[in-house]
């Protein structure tokens, strides 16, 4: 899922709009002062041309004068002096007779005979195949000659640049205000953008700062329209929740105290049962008798650490998720649930081997991390044949708290790991009393912390392996 700010996007569209329009607008005058050049060196072309023309004397171009054939070698040595009549001095231009040059400028392209009076365009690959020029013929009166002034373009938008400093320095000159108005405009954008847009971000900083379970009404009177059917449909699942959080608290709070009660009147016969099973069992000297006795005690107690589990389940509720989390030293509740545990530990001659920091805080509920830990050692106490090995590590890095409780004894078949959290599973063949509970309350415990819990085959033996994962 990808999110992104209106206000950012507003910023980046506008000022790329507007940068856009104004490269189009430089794109534009550039392809004007083009034009404008262009339009400009044909009229000074046509100039250039007439005054060459006008410059020749008419009796050069007789045929079989003398004349024009003395005066063609005589400029071989020295230019007449009409060349430079009202011509620039960085201009091209040629002389056409009878289909023949006879005369050209020191820089000349190579171009075709002129057919016609007036402007034209040509390449000259000769010199540069990419290269334009611009050139204008004139006819010579009554003769088969022609004046043609010619011009490198690639010279002439040289001087684009120039007009264009030209124009900068005209417009700082005499309209200063422009440059001004232009960064103005900018701030000017930004500041109506943030301005229009500030109702949403107010109301959405309101939403943001609301606690957990604030399920007030969000009041839009000065927000934009646009976003009012959005408000009203957040203000709609607010009531919902409401109303359905008020009937699932209502209806929680009657399950606890039914489950409470329940296992009050459950337990209180279980004990009394159990009690009248072991006074019976010591009355009698019938084998048979006793060992009947014993199994109903073993089924008692089964029965009785369901109806406990039971009710620890109940009390993990959906509300438990919701109380305020506090510093948990999760090293001195694994030292207590493992004293608690000491008599079933040294009864089964179990090496329980504790590897841990003095201290391993972390942010939950001390009451629920101890259920958790009470489930996982008791697990591993309980399914541990004897003489067998129960593992405690706790350690940690920068990211997360790990703790790892393992066992020999039989390992979990693959088929069982799926299935392991699920309430009443419990494995085929299981002589140990249980409930199929624990690994159940495990889970929830784990996922009220937003903790994870992994299990796995140990390396260092043959049995189960828990990893319980909180993160820092």
Not at 86 to 110: H, M
Not at 355 to 360: F, G, H, I, T, Y
Request: glycine share 6%; aromatic share 8%; net charge negative.
């Amino acid at each position: 899922m990808t999110f992104f700010s209106v206000k950012t996007r507003l910023y980046y569209y506008t000022l790329s709009i507007t940068l856009l329009t104004w490269v189009l607008v430089f794109a534009t005058v550039i392809v004007g002062l083009k034009g404008l050049v262009v339009t400009l060196t044909e009229d000074e072309l046509e100039v250039r041309s007439k005054i060459l023309a006008s410059a020749l004397p008419l009796s050069y171009f007789d045929e079989n004068d003398q004349a024009l054939a003395n005066w063609l070698e005589q400029i071989s040595q020295n230019p007449p002096s009409f060349i430079d009549a009202g011509i620039a001095s960085d201009s091209s231009y040629q002389i056409w007779y009878n289909g023949e040059i006879i005369i050209k400028s020191y820089i000349s392209p190579t171009m075709p005979e002129p057919t016609k009076e007036g402007p034209s365009s040509f390449f000259d690959p000769e010199q540069d195949d990419e290269i334009v020029w611009l050139t204008h013929a004139t006819k010579i009166k009554g003769k088969n000659a022609w004046a043609v002034a010619t011009e490198d373009m690639e010279l002439a938008f040289d001087g684009i640049f120039p007009f264009g400093l030209v124009i900068f320095i005209f417009i700082s000159e005499y309209f200063p205000y422009v440059f001004v108005v232009l960064p103005l405009s900018f701030v000017c954008i930004f500041w109506g953008i943030k301005k229009g847009i500030t109702p949403i971000i107010n109301i959405s900083g309101k939403i943001e700062a609301r606690e957990g379970r604030d399920r007030s009404i969000i009041k839009y009177d000065e927000n934009p329209i646009e976003i009012k059917s959005l408000i009203d449909e957040i203000n709609l699942c607010y009531e919902v929740i409401q109303r359905n959080e008020t009937e699932l608290i209502t209806s929680l709070e009657s399950e606890k105290k039914f489950t409470a009660n329940a296992a009050h009147e459950l337990l209180t016969p279980l004990a009394a049962i159990k009690s009248e099973a072991q006074l019976r069992e010591r009355q009698t000297n019938d084998p048979i008798q006793k060992e009947g006795l014993a199994a109903i005690s073993l089924r008692v107690d089964r029965a009785t650490h369901t109806v406990e589990q039971l009710v620890t389940l109940a009390r993990l509720d959906p509300k438990t998720a919701q109380e305020k989390l506090k510093d948990v030293n999760l090293c001195k509740i694994i030292q207590n649930v493992s004293a608690e545990l000491g008599n079933k530990i040294s009864k089964k001659e179990i090496d329980f081997r504790v590897s841990m920091p003095n201290q391993c805080h972390l942010k939950g509920l001390s009451s629920a991390i101890g259920i958790l830990c009470r489930n996982l050692i008791d697990n591993a106490v309980r399914y541990c044949p004897e003489n067998g090995v129960v593992s405690i590590e706790v350690f940690s890095n920068d990211s997360q708290h790990t703790l790892r409780i393992k066992n020999t004894g039989r390992p979990i078949p693959e088929y069982m790991r799926d299935y392991i959290f699920d309430r009443f599973v419990r494995g085929a063949g299981e002589e140990e009393t249980g409930s199929g509970l624990g690994m159940s309350i495990v889970k929830r415990v784990a996922e009220i912390h937003s903790a994870e819990v992994l299990l796995s085959d140990p390396e260092d033996m043959t049995g189960v392996q828990v990893d319980v994962i909180f993160p820092i």
